[in-house]
Structures are given as C-alpha cells and as structure tokens.
C-alpha cells in the first residue's frame, strides 16, 4: 500500500505561477524525497529533506517539512512549461529499513504557456 | 556521469511468456532496486538487490524474480505473463550499506503484454 497521499492529485496553472504540492505520510520517517517523472518515463530526483531539517531550497524548488503533522509540502516558484510532470514524494529507502522507496499517489502539473 | 541506464525501452510479449529485463547501475552503485508503475496502482517495490543478493521482496508473485551480477548490473525475469503485468518496469540505484538514501531512477521498460 502506498504511504501516504499527495494531494492535489492534479494541478493546472500558467506559467510564471508559483505551484504547491503537498504529501502525507502515515509512518515515522528518516527523510522525505521528491521525484519529478516526465510522460510515463524515468523518475528525477529533486530533492531529500531529512527528519531534523523543516525547510530546504534547491534553485526554485522549496520544500518544508512538519514532522509533528506528517507532511511535507513542494512549492515550485516562477513555473515554466517544462515544469509538467507528475512529482512524487516518497519515504524509506534506508538500508536498514529494507531498502525500498513507498511513494505516495503523485500530482499531475500542468503548467499553460 | 552516466545515469542507471535499462534495456530494451519496449518489450511486447504474450500472455504465458517470459520478460527479462535489464539494468545497469551508476558507476560505484552497489544497490539495485526494482519498481512496477502499473495504470492505477502507483508505483510498487518489487525487489532489492545489494552486493549480488536479494535483500528485500515486494508483495509480488514468484515468478516475478531476478539476479544481480558481480559487475552489480541486474537483470529482472517475469515468467508466466500476465495481462497485468503490464507497466513500466523502472530500475534505480544507490550506494549500499548505510550511506543509502537517495536512489536514482533509469528511463524505464515499458511491457505490453498482450
């Protein structure tokens, strides 16, 4: 089952607006990362917030954290037209834990010309 | 640096047959991951390999099985095809031990199963 939800599951915006994503979880975590994927095709790492950390910036990319309410939020700034694609945030992936990555549901984003 | 790169991009087959697909990690990955992104369920662990054995299973049926190889290149096999098993298969890497945490994603293979 997935971790958790993100939520909208579709967003549609024009270009040069600012675009927010937000994800739950359900479990305790170690980091929170986001994934970009493009047409069906290949997931591209964004972004990894770790548990003690509550914001990181990564050119326009700006994510938060809040731990005590199991959610993290992805605000893309200045949104451009090769900024469509469905993000997804996703959880796990220590070794420790069994290696593997649980992604929530995804937002679809649509950003017009 | 070249990126996790998975072979072919296309694979068709029939119900009852076998897929192998493969991968190929980032130079000095010892991890590799498979994930199936079928239509309505997300994407779903399948399987970790870390220095050439299994080291955790998805909820997957047995036929769904693979092997990593000393170079740490991985090779996926699913036998019995199903017409669900229909997806993209995607591949990623890491490094091993405890200095896992982001894992980096190929292009993808996506089967038809017909």
């Known amino acids: 089952s997935q971790q958790g939800e993100e939520d909208p599951q579709a967003l549609s915006i024009q270009e040069g607006e600012n675009a927010t994503m937000n994800c739950s979880y359900k479990?305790?975590?170690?980091?929170l990362q986001w994934y970009r994927q493009n047409s069906g095709r290949g997931l591209v790492h964004l972004i990894l917030?770790?548990?003690?950390?509550r914001e990181k910036h990564s050119g326009r990319l700006r994510v938060t954290l809040d731990t005590s309410k199991k959610s993290s939020s992805l605000l893309i700034t200045a949104s451009r037209a090769a900024d469509t694609a469905s993000y997804f945030c996703?959880?796990?992936?220590?070794?420790?834990?069994?290696?593997?990555?649980?992604f929530g549901q995804g937002t679809e984003l649509s950003v017009k010309p | 640096e070249a990126g996790v790169t998975q072979s072919p991009t296309h694979l068709i087959k029939t119900r009852g047959q076998q897929a192998t697909l493969r991968c190929s990690p980032i130079s000095g990955h010892t991890s590799v991951y498979w994930y199936q992104q079928a239509l309505g369920l997300g994407l779903q662990f399948l399987l970790w390999?870390?220095?050439?054995?299994?080291?955790n299973r998805g909820n997957f049926p047995p036929r769904f099985s693979g092997r990593q190889f000393p170079n740490y290149s991985s090779e996926l096999n699913v036998n019995a095809l199903e017409l669900e098993d229909s997806a993209l298969y995607l591949c990623?890497?890491?490094?091993?031990?405890?200095?896992?945490?982001?894992?980096?994603f190929g292009p993808g293979t996506r089967l038809t199963v017909l």
């Open positions: 479990t305790s975590i170690n980091n």
């Open positions: 990623a890497s890491s490094f091993g031990g405890s200095r896992t945490d982001t894992q980096y």
């Open positions: 390999y870390d220095e050439g054995e299994e080291r």
């Open positions: 917030i770790r548990s003690n950390e």
């Open positions: 996703a959880t796990g992936g220590l070794y420790n834990q069994g290696g593997k990555l649980i």
